[in-house]
C-alpha cells in the first residue's frame, strides 16, 4: 500500500502563512522569473497559481496578470515567496518521516510514501489516511492524502479529491476498486497537452472513455507515452520510489569541564574530533574538502573559521595541521570552553596531467605556506593578480590564490600588446609618488584648441625635483561615472626632466603624482 500526501496550491499556502488575511479572498501568485520579466513589466508576469475564490472568476495559471486583473477587478497580485516555500516544504517532509523513512518527493507540494512498514493499513487505510492529514494540520498545512494499490494509483486517487463535491479530505482505491475512477474526467490522469487536445478530438473526456479503448491500438496512432496513460487508467502501472535520503553531517563537538586558555589543549582536543570525523568519512568512501571551527568562549561569544581545503583529503596530520597554522596566531579575548567541528564531506580529486606537466607535490604544503605568508603580510597583499572590468591604467585585484587555478589570460594579452607597440617600456612605482608641480605658459595642443591648459613647468618636490624642459599632453581619461565611489578622471601627461629623466605625471583632483619613468 501507498499514500500520497498533497498540498494543494503550494505557492498560495507558502504566501497564505505570511499573509493570513488572504485566505478567502481572489488571489493570483505570479512567476516574474519564469517568463524573464521584472516588476516594471509587472502585467506581462504569467500567474502561475490561482486560488479557488479567483477561479470563479475564469482565472487560470498561464494568463497574464493584466489579462486576470481584466476579469476580477477585486484580484489580488502577489509575487512568489521562496523562503516561505521552502519552510512549508520543510514542513511536508518533516511530517511524512514521522509515519515513514521511505518516501518520495513526488512533486512541489507532493509526497509518496511507502507504507509496507506501518502496522494495520491494509485493514483501515481510511484511518491511516486520515492520520497522515491531521499531522500536517497541526503544523499549520491545508493538505489532503491518497491511497492506492501502487504509487501512481495513490497520487490519482489525491487528484481524484479536486473532483468531488464533498469535502473530502482522503480517497483509498486499494486493488479491485479501479472502477471508482471511471466517471472522473480524463485530467485527473494528467495527460499531455498534446494528448489531451487529441482526446478531446476523439470524445474522450473520463477515464472509462480512455479503458474502452484498445492498448495496442493506443500504442499503434499515439506512441508510448499513451500506453503508459492507458496502464495507468487500469492501475497497472508499476515503478520504485525515488526515496528521500537526507544527506549525512559530519560534525562533533566537545563541551569542557575546564576552560582552555593554552593552544596545546585546544589542539589535543581538535585533533581527537578530527580523527573521530574523518573515520566516520571513511566509512561513507568520502574525503573532507571543508571545514568549519567554532570555538565556544566564556564570555558568550564564539569565533568561527572555515577553511576550505586545496585538495580533498582525509589525513589527519593535514588537516590538524592547517588548523594549527590558525590558531598559532590566534588570540581569544577570553578561555575556551567548547569546540565544535563540522567537516563538509567531498569526492576524492583525481588529475589527468598532459605527457610532460608536473602539478603541484604537495597541494595541502603549499597552501600552508600561502596562509602563513597572509598572517605575516595581510591577505589582500597575498593572491593571484586579476585585470578587474575597468578601463582605469594599473588596476590589479588581488584573488585568492589557487594552486590549480588558470591565469588570468588580459594579463598576458596586456604584456603582449604592450611590447608590441614598441617604444620605451614605462616602469610603474608601486605606490607611485606624490609630488608638487609648478604650471604656467597657457599654450595650445592640438585636438584640444578651445580649451586651453596650462603646462606643468617644474617639480618643486621629491626625488625627481627639477625643470621639465619637454612635455607633452594632457590625455584625459576617466570612467566608472555611474558610481559614487569609484568613479575616476585622470589627466596623464610625458614629461622631460633637465636630466634626461622621461616620467609620467598624472593629476587627479588637483593634486600631481609621478606613476612612472620610462627606460
Same mark, same amino acid.
Request: glycine residues 10%; hydrophobic residues 40%; neutral net charge.
Given at each position: 500500500?501507498?499514500?500520497?500526501?498533497?498540498?494543494?496550491?503550494?505557492?498560495?499556502?507558502? @504566501?497564505?502563512?505570511?499573509? =493570513?488575511?488572504?485566505?478567502?479572498?481572489?488571489?493570483?501568485?505570479?512567476?516574474?522569473?519564469?517568463?524573464?520579466?521584472?516588476?516594471?513589466?509587472?502585467?506581462?508576469?504569467?500567474?502561475?497559481?490561482?486560488?479557488?475564490?479567483?477561479?470563479?472568476?475564469? @482565472?487560470?495559471?498561464?494568463?497574464?496578470?493584466?489579462?486576470?486583473?481584466?476579469?476580477?477587478?477585486?484580484?489580488?497580485?502577489?509575487?512568489?515567496?521562496?523562503?516561505?516555500?521552502?519552510?512549508?516544504?520543510?514542513?511536508?517532509?518533516?511530517?511524512?518521516?514521522?509515519?515513514?523513512?521511505?518516501?518520495?518527493?513526488?512533486?512541489?507540494?507532493?509526497?509518496?510514501?511507502?507504507?509496507?512498514? @506501518?502496522?494495520?493499513?491494509?485493514?483501515?487505510?481510511?484511518? /491511516?489516511?486520515?492520520? *497522515? &492529514?491531521?499531522?500536517?494540520?497541526?503544523?499549520?498545512?491545508?493538505?489532503?492524502?491518497?491511497? !492506492?494499490?501502487?504509487?501512481?494509483?495513490?497520487?490519482?486517487?489525491?487528484?481524484? %479529491?479536486?473532483?468531488?463535491?464533498?469535502?473530502?479530505?482522503?480517497?483509498?482505491?486499494?486493488?479491485?476498486?479501479?472502477?471508482?475512477?471511471?466517471?472522473?474526467?480524463?485530467?485527473?490522469?494528467?495527460?499531455?497537452?498534446?494528448?489531451?487536445?487529441?482526446?478531446?478530438?476523439?470524445?474522450?473526456?473520463?477515464?472509462?472513455?480512455?479503458?474502452?479503448?484498445?492498448?495496442?491500438?493506443?500504442?499503434?496512432?499515439?506512441?508510448?507515452?499513451?500506453?503508459?496513460?492507458?496502464?495507468?487508467?487500469?492501475?497497472?502501472?508499476?515503478?520504485?520510489?525515488?526515496?528521500?535520503?537526507?544527506?549525512?553531517?559530519?560534525?562533533?563537538?566537545?563541551?569542557?569541564?575546564?576552560?582552555?586558555?593554552?593552544?596545546?589543549?585546544?589542539?589535543? #582536543?581538535?585533533?581527537?574530533?578530527?580523527?573521530? /570525523?574523518?573515520?566516520?568519512?571513511?566509512?561513507?568512501?568520502?574525503?573532507?574538502?571543508? /571545514?568549519?571551527?567554532?570555538?565556544?568562549?566564556?564570555?558568550?561569544?564564539?569565533?568561527?573559521?572555515?577553511?576550505?581545503?586545496?585538495?580533498?583529503?582525509?589525513? &589527519?596530520? %593535514?588537516?590538524?595541521?592547517?588548523?594549527? #597554522?590558525?590558531?598559532?596566531?590566534?588570540?581569544?579575548?577570553?578561555?575556551?570552553?567548547?569546540?565544535?567541528?563540522?567537516?563538509?564531506?567531498?569526492?576524492?580529486?583525481?588529475?589527468?596531467?598532459? *605527457?610532460?606537466?608536473?602539478?603541484?607535490?604537495?597541494?595541502?604544503?603549499?597552501?600552508? #605556506?600561502?596562509?602563513?605568508?597572509?598572517?605575516?603580510?595581510?591577505?589582500?597583499?597575498? !593572491?593571484?593578480?586579476?585585470?578587474?572590468?575597468?578601463?582605469?591604467?594599473?588596476?590589479?585585484?588581488?584573488?585568492?590564490?589557487? =594552486?590549480?587555478?588558470?591565469?588570468?589570460?588580459?594579463?598576458?594579452?596586456?604584456?603582449?600588446?604592450?611590447?608590441?607597440?614598441?617604444?620605451?617600456?614605462?616602469?610603474?612605482?608601486?605606490?607611485?609618488?606624490?609630488?608638487?608641480?609648478?604650471?604656467?605658459?597657457?599654450?595650445?595642443?592640438?585636438?584640444?584648441?578651445?580649451?586651453?591648459?596650462?603646462?606643468?613647468?617644474?617639480?618643486?618636490?621629491? =626625488?625627481?625635483?627639477?625643470?621639465?624642459?619637454? &612635455?607633452?599632453?594632457?590625455?584625459?581619461?576617466?570612467?566608472?561615472?555611474?558610481?559614487?565611489?569609484?568613479?575616476?578622471?585622470?589627466?596623464?601627461?610625458?614629461?622631460?626632466?633637465?636630466?634626461?629623466?622621461?616620467?609620467?605625471?598624472?593629476?587627479?583632483?588637483?593634486?600631481?603624482?609621478?606613476?612612472?619613468?620610462?627606460?
Amino acid at each position: 500500500m501507498y499514500a500520497c500526501l498533497q498540498l494543494p496550491h503550494p505557492r498560495l499556502q507558502a @504566501i497564505w502563512r505570511d499573509r =493570513p488575511g488572504d485566505r478567502y479572498q481572489p488571489v493570483a501568485v505570479l512567476d516574474d522569473e519564469a517568463d524573464g520579466t521584472n516588476r516594471r513589466d509587472r502585467g506581462k508576469a504569467r500567474v502561475c497559481e490561482c486560488s479557488p475564490e479567483a477561479a470563479e472568476f475564469g @482565472i487560470h495559471p498561464g494568463m497574464t496578470a493584466s489579462q486576470a486583473r481584466a476579469r476580477c477587478g477585486d484580484l489580488l497580485l502577489r509575487e512568489r515567496a521562496p523562503a516561505a516555500e521552502g519552510r512549508l516544504r520543510e514542513e511536508l517532509l518533516a511530517g511524512a518521516e514521522r509515519f515513514t523513512a521511505d518516501f518520495e518527493e513526488t512533486g512541489p507540494g507532493l509526497v509518496t510514501l511507502d507504507m509496507a512498514g @506501518i502496522a494495520g493499513v491494509e485493514r483501515r487505510p481510511q484511518e /491511516i489516511g486520515t492520520a *497522515l &492529514v491531521g499531522e500536517l494540520e497541526e503544523r499549520g498545512c491545508v493538505a489532503r492524502a491518497g491511497l !492506492g494499490a501502487n504509487p501512481d494509483l495513490a497520487r490519482v486517487a489525491v487528484r481524484s %479529491l479536486a473532483w468531488r463535491r464533498d469535502a473530502a479530505e482522503v480517497e483509498v482505491v486499494i486493488r479491485g476498486e479501479e472502477a471508482r475512477l471511471d466517471p472522473l474526467p480524463l485530467e485527473v490522469l494528467d495527460p499531455g497537452p498534446d494528448h489531451r487536445e487529441l482526446f478531446s478530438l476523439w470524445g474522450v473526456e473520463t477515464v472509462a472513455d480512455l479503458k474502452r479503448l484498445r492498448r495496442a491500438d493506443l500504442v499503434e496512432r499515439l506512441g508510448k507515452d499513451s500506453a503508459e496513460l492507458w496502464d495507468l487508467a487500469m492501475g497497472r502501472t508499476r515503478r520504485l520510489l525515488r526515496l528521500v535520503r537526507p544527506a549525512p553531517r559530519f560534525e562533533a563537538e566537545a563541551s569542557l569541564e575546564w576552560a582552555i586558555e593554552a593552544v596545546e589543549p585546544l589542539l589535543f #582536543t581538535i585533533r581527537r574530533l578530527l580523527e573521530t /570525523i574523518v573515520a566516520r568519512l571513511s566509512g561513507h568512501y568520502l574525503v573532507a574538502g571543508e /571545514i568549519a571551527l567554532r570555538l565556544d568562549l566564556v564570555n558568550g561569544r564564539k569565533h568561527r573559521r572555515r577553511f576550505r581545503l586545496p585538495e580533498p583529503g582525509a589525513d &589527519v596530520d %593535514l588537516l590538524a595541521s592547517l588548523l594549527h #597554522t590558525h590558531l598559532a596566531d590566534f588570540r581569544a579575548e577570553a578561555a575556551i570552553e567548547g569546540v565544535h567541528l563540522e567537516v563538509v564531506p567531498a569526492r576524492a580529486g583525481r588529475h589527468q596531467f598532459d *605527457l610532460f606537466a608536473a602539478g603541484v607535490r604537495d597541494p595541502n604544503q603549499l597552501a600552508e #605556506t600561502v596562509a602563513r605568508l597572509e598572517a605575516l603580510l595581510g591577505p589582500d597583499r597575498v !593572491g593571484t593578480p586579476h585585470v578587474p572590468a575597468t578601463h582605469r591604467p594599473g588596476a590589479v585585484r588581488m584573488e585568492r590564490f589557487s =594552486p590549480g587555478g588558470e591565469p588570468d589570460v588580459r594579463i598576458r594579452e596586456v604584456g603582449q600588446e604592450a611590447l608590441s607597440l614598441g617604444g620605451l617600456p614605462l616602469r610603474r612605482l608601486r605606490p607611485r609618488l606624490a609630488v608638487s608641480v609648478r604650471c604656467g605658459n597657457r599654450v595650445s595642443y592640438f585636438g584640444d584648441r578651445a580649451k586651453d591648459r596650462e603646462r606643468p613647468l617644474e617639480i618643486d618636490s621629491g =626625488p625627481l625635483r627639477g625643470r621639465i624642459e619637454e &612635455v607633452a599632453g594632457p590625455w584625459r581619461l576617466s570612467g566608472d561615472w555611474w558610481e559614487k565611489k569609484l568613479r575616476w578622471c585622470r589627466e596623464e601627461w610625458d614629461a622631460r626632466l633637465g636630466a634626461g629623466v622621461l616620467c609620467r605625471l598624472v593629476r587627479e583632483g588637483g593634486d600631481w603624482y609621478v606613476e612612472g619613468v620610462y627606460g
